[in-house]
């Protein structure tokens, strides 16, 4: 079945780390962008960081020097390794991803369920 998965949410102080794991699973042919999203209790759904194929990276503002996506092609896999933390980081995070799957000549985009990461004060 195609989809993302998502793990390594939880509870934790502020100042804190967490690691979120997002894995692709099905036949894949070709990931494309890769990223994360949050969304906090009654705001909209925001972009955290993403990261292309070729491995360049974007950043929202708020997480710049805290945050680090990465990704491993061979797993299909994007990590979001998230320190400093803070109680405004709560939220639910989102994985994203444009995934071209085998026997498909075009690019869907797909999202993970989600996992709650809650940062206490």
């Known amino acids: 079945q195609e989809q993302l998965v998502e793990s390594g949410g939880g509870l934790v102080q502020a100042g804190g780390s967490l690691r979120l794991s997002c894995a692709a699973s099905?036949?894949?042919?070709?990931?494309?962008?890769m990223g994360w999203y949050r969304q906090a209790p009654g705001k909209q759904r925001e972009l955290v960081a993403d990261i292309t194929s070729g491995g360049r990276t974007n950043y929202a503002e708020s997480v710049k020097g805290r945050f680090t996506i990465s990704r491993d092609s061979a797993k299909n896999t994007v990590y979001l390794q998230m320190n400093s933390l803070k109680p405004e980081d709560t939220a639910v995070y989102y994985c994203n991803a444009d995934i071209r799957y085998s026997g498909t000549y075009y690019f869907s985009n797909y999202w993970g369920q989600g996992t709650q990461v809650t940062v206490s004060s």
């Open positions: 099905g036949s894949i042919f070709s990931i494309n962008a």
